[in-house]
Antibody, heavy 128, light 108 residues
Framework: QVHLVQSGAEVKRPGASVTVSCKASGYTFVDYGITWVRQAPGQGLEWMGWISANNPNTNYAQKFQGRVTMTTDTYTNTVYMELRRLSSDDTAVYYC?????????????????????WGQGTMVTVSS | DIVLTQSPGTLSLSPGERATLSCRASQSVGSDFLAWYQQKPGQAPRLLISAASTRVTDISDRFSGDGSGTDFTLTIDRLEPEDFAVYYCQQYGRSPPTFGGGTKVEIK
């Protein structure tokens, strides 16, 4: 069975950084990119970005450019998402997700969609 | 970015009734790459429908998706108690993939 297992909840001070991990199993890791989506308390879903599992390609939401870095470790089938310069607005549940396929749009951006597999979510709380 | 507007914000229905949820895009969704998710409190979203109308494996046939271009609909026939949740649409026809604001289906 396909699984994505995320690291545990984090509490951070404003200005700090957080790294959330997402370990994949049950499929060929390098065949699918991984997407990060977050959800603030009581709010909707927000796409943060996508990373290829087999090359350095990334595609970050403009909102997070310069503040987020996504990396992969093909030896442990793990994807990492680091978010820097945290503020209270970053308090949210962070999900990793895998789509059914990776796409390249007309502008050359890579991404995936129709996320059939999700991690369990990682609560990140930013508070002084 | 493509903006997805879901309506209504909240739908109050009784078990056994039909729910009709709308998702309207600010631009045409390429290849009708529109997905629907169900989310219950404390859980990750669950994919129901991809490519506007393709039901995912193991999803009840009471769920159906329709539409193309900019207007899409999710229909839930004969609401069951477990169907009361929040539903999101998502377009993945172009980057960045975007989500609608959600429709809450609540028990009347």
């Amino acid at each position: 069975q396909v699984h994505l297992v995320q690291s545990g909840a984090e509490v951070k001070r404003p200005g700090a950084s957080v790294t959330v991990s997402c370990k994949a199993s049950g499929y060929t890791f390098v065949d699918y990119g991984i997407t990060w989506v977050r959800q603030a308390p009581g709010q909707g879903l927000e796409w943060m970005g996508w990373i290829s599992a087999n090359n350095p390609n990334t595609n970050y939401a403009q909102k997070f450019q310069g503040r987020v870095t996504m990396t992969t470790d093909t030896y442990t089938n793990t994807v990492y998402m680091e978010l820097r310069r945290l503020s209270s607005d970053d308090t949210a549940v962070y999900y990793c997700a895998r789509g059914g396929a990776d796409y390249r749009d007309v502008n050359g951006y890579f991404y995936s969609g129709a996320f059939g597999v999700w991690g369990q979510g990682t609560m990140v709380t930013v508070s002084s | 970015d493509i903006v997805l507007t879901q309506s209504p914000g909240t739908l109050s229905l009784s078990p056994g009734e039909r729910a009709t949820l709308s998702c309207r895009a600010s631009q045409s969704v390429g290849s009708d790459f529109l997905a629907w998710y169900q989310q219950k409190p404390g859980q990750a979203p669950r994919l129901l429908i991809s490519a506007a109308s393709t039901r995912v494996t193991d999803i009840s046939d009471r769920f159906s998706g329709d539409g193309s271009g900019t207007d899409f609909t999710l229909t839930i026939d004969r609401l069951e108690p477990e169907d009361f949740a929040v539903y999101y649409c998502q377009q993945y026809g172009r980057s960045p993939p975007t989500f609608g604001g959600g429709t809450k289906v609540e028990i009347k």
